[in-house]
């Protein structure tokens, strides 16, 4: 480190800290955000189905409310009920809740291909992350980021991180330094602004990772009392849609025969 006159060097150390704490920082943050993720991926893994099968009632109880509320506006201006004009005019405002069905069955889906890494895998990958994120983090380093080899690099970094692939890690951690050292960038240092303030933006980003979904989940899950009550809550909700969903059928079915019913929505 190079020595500074008049209060530089202190200075200098006090910036190495500052830089030292911002670093851990970071690589604790990216380390929850990967801990949220695969929490979430477990939570899918023991709940997925029941929620979307869930969903799914609640989706065809908002389509036969709708239907039901067109059919009887029908009836009121004492027109014959068109079925066609019914199902286009309510399909057309469930686009969004069917395109939110297919999101969340195609993250069910990945869920279930995921496979749940040892700890040791988990460990490793850990320690090698931080090790190429104090190379190489966009964060520390964005000058990097701006060479298209690193930036792609950086990338398969994190999906090696994501999956939990000590393997890759530690093939990429040898292209990294090779990279590095290639562009002459093996041993340099950014000046970081405002460090101070990125500091007290991590930390707050890291309070709002644990305190919110999915991070909160792990106590649930390690529970197995509370695993099988949450799998009773959604089954009976599951029923309790079921029912009503008949209950709209038969509504839908008396407006056409016999000319309008008054409909009182009670769930949610």
Known sequence: MRKRKNGGFKKAIEFDNLREQYEDLLVKRDQLQKEANSIQISYNKEFGNLMLQTFEIKIACIREKKRIGYAQAM????????TDAVNALSDGEMTHYYMELKEMASEMQRAKKCKTASDYEFEQSKAIY?????????DVHPEAME???????WEQIRGAYLAN????????????AHLLFKHGIAEYN????????????LEKQINSIIE?????????????????????QLTAEIREYASYYQELQEIFAGLLSKGGFTLRWQMN
């Open 75 to 82: 009836v009121n201006r004492g027109e014959s009920v068109d």
């Open 130 to 138: 931080r090790r190429l994120a104090k190379m190489m983090h966009p």
């Open 147 to 153: 060479m298209p080899e690193l930036a792609e690099l």
């Open 165 to 176: 692939d000590p393997v890759k890690l530690e093939e990429l951690e040898v292209l990294a």
């Open 190 to 201: 950014v000046e970081i602004t405002d460090i101070e303030d990125k500091i007290a933006g």
């Open 212 to 232: 919110s979904e999915p991070y909160i989940f792990s106590d649930l899950l390690c529970d197995e009392e509370r695993v099988q009550a949450k799998k009773n």
